[in-house]
């Protein structure tokens, strides 16, 4: 079974700070997502990367895939009120398994 | 709005009640999802359609019974339920099965007492 692990599980910032969360597992995915969810409201996806090393730029935020494909991170610069969610990532597996959810980083930005 | 909306918002039901959660997408893609997001534990995925077909069933109980009559539409029928399915549902739709943007709706909350 492949599972992803997500740090910190919950992170408090202040308007303007910088920020980056990970997502982590000992598997290899052929692809990992990014996906914000809002109090309320379903995950809506952010970025996909494919390829190892893979860096994707998103207006302030930044992901980037990890050469071995096992490993992801989120860096969001100057974050805002708006950034407040759950961010979760999910991977798709190697043999084209369905899509395996981490548990979440929930994000709150401060004004 | 992304394109797949779920009924009821919010529900509540006695351990004893039938309902039914209905799913509905209008983005024209094949595939269907059926997703538990419960406050301890990641978002599990409960079962798959493509092409109205049922590909994957997690090893879900059976008190938990998919629906789905065409590409459109995605039901889950409910009964006998213990109170630790209380979750937020989620359904999902994509263009193809492995890899594709999943377009998730708002959820059902489902309490249980």
């Known amino acids: 079974t492949q599972l992803l692990e997500q740090s910190p599980q919950f992170l408090s910032i202040q308007e303007g700070e910088n920020l980056t969360v990970y997502c982590n597992s000992s598997s290899v995915f052929s692809s990992l997502q990014w996906y914000r969810q809002e109090p309320g409201e379903g995950p809506v996806l952010l970025v996909t990367v494919v390829t190892g090393g893979e860096v994707k730029k998103l207006k302030r935020l930044t992901f980037q895939f990890g050469d071995a494909r096992k490993d992801s991170s989120l860096h969001i610069t100057a974050a805002q009120p708006g950034d407040t969610g759950l961010y979760l990532c999910?991977?798709?597996?190697?043999?084209?398994?369905?899509?395996?959810f981490g548990p979440g980083t929930r994000l709150s930005v401060l004004p | 709005e992304t394109g797949v909306t779920q009924t009821p918002r919010h529900l509540v039901m006695g351990m004893t009640n039938k309902k039914s959660l209905k799913c509905e997408q209008h983005?024209?893609?094949?595939?269907m999802y059926w997703y538990k997001q419960s406050a301890k534990k990641p978002l599990e995925l409960m079962f798959v359609y493509n092409f109205k077909e049922q590909t994957e069933n997690n090893s879900v109980p059976s008190r938990f019974s998919p629906e789905c009559p065409n590409s459109s539409h995605l039901f889950l029928h409910l009964h006998t339920l213990q109170p630790e399915d209380s979750a937020l549902y989620l359904c999902a739709s994509s263009q193809g099965m492995t890899g594709y943007e999943q377009y998730f709706g708002p959820g059902t909350r489902l309490t249980v007492t």
């Open positions: 983005l024209g893609h094949n595939a």
């Open positions: 999910a991977g798709v597996g190697n043999y084209g398994q369905n899509f395996v």
